[in-house]
């Protein structure tokens, strides 16, 4: 479904992606992990097509996006649903019109076809006469939920999730990793998920790999990541400080 090849991305003189290759499973949850700062984020938007590499290939169903052009871009991302790290919600706009926004960008459907697609969205993530409500009268759980339903509004194949459970408390981070394992389930999608949050990769990962110094250094399922005798990819896992890690801090700093 994704692959990526040999990518490579720097901003002004600091190097992000060295050379990185990856390949992402059809309809399974790829949790991506690694410190904070280390290009998690980037390569998400490099699978969406919202970074360009600076060399290699971004391949999605055999197409290398980083060689379309922006029309072409956009019918392929007609495919990708994402939920931002902080839900993204047009804060101008009810929940309704909301989940309603890329239906009424990217389809011809009627008023009536797109309220009753945004109610079974709701329903969907497990919400229920919000639609009417601003996204500041919902909590942050709530929110989240919101920006999942509007990510899977035009039922993509792909969907990407950047941190999905930061910010919130274990009970409803636990909440959206049942919602997002829910998901792959119901839709049947290809979801990629980056996070830092080791409780929850090895909650809903079907595979994991481990970014660091701008290379997966580590891919696999999740009993085989937890047995791996890499000490970057222990330390991080373990969440102790001491290891190659910590030391790469130091010389940052």
């Known amino acids: 479904m994704i692959k990526l090849v040999d990518i490579d991305k720097s901003f002004k003189n600091q190097k992000v992606l060295d050379k990185l290759n990856l390949e992402i499973s059809s309809g399974e949850i790829t949790v991506i992990i690694g410190q904070s700062g280390g290009g998690k984020s980037v390569l998400l938007k490099h699978i969406i097509g919202l970074i360009r590499p600076d060399k290699g290939e971004v391949l999605i169903e055999g197409v290398d996006i980083a060689c379309l052009n922006d029309r072409k871009l ?54 229920r006469d919000v639609a009417h409500k601003m996204p500041s009268e919902l909590s942050g759980g709530m ?18 999730f950047d941190e999905p459970t930061t910010g919130l408390d274990p009970i409803m981070a636990d909440a ?23 409780e929850s990769t090895f909650k809903i990962a079907h595979t994991v790999a481990m970014l660091y110094h701008g290379k997966i250094i580590e891919i696999g399922k999740p009993d085989t990541v937890k047995s791996s005798q890499n000490p970057a990819l222990q330390q991080f896992i373990q969440g102790k400080a001491e290891g190659p890690i910590m030391d790469h801090y130091v010389l940052d700093m």
């Not at 990793?177 to 998920?193: S, W």
């Open 176 to 198: 959206i990793d049942r919602l997002i394992v829910d998901t792959q389930k119901h839709t049947g999608a290809t979801c990629v998920v980056i996070s830092h949050d080791i």
């Open 74 to 127: 956009n019918e392929i991302r007609k495919n990708f649903g994402m939920l931002f790290q902080g839900a993204a919600l047009f804060d101008s706009m009810t929940v309704g019109e909301n989940v309603a926004f890329p239906l009424n960008e990217h389809t011809r459907l009627t008023r009536s076809q797109i309220d009753e697609i945004v109610q079974q969205k709701l329903l969907q993530v497990g919400l």
């Open 143 to 160: 929110r989240k939920r919101v920006g999942l339903a509007r990510a899977i509004a035009l039922n993509p194949k792909i969907i990407l």
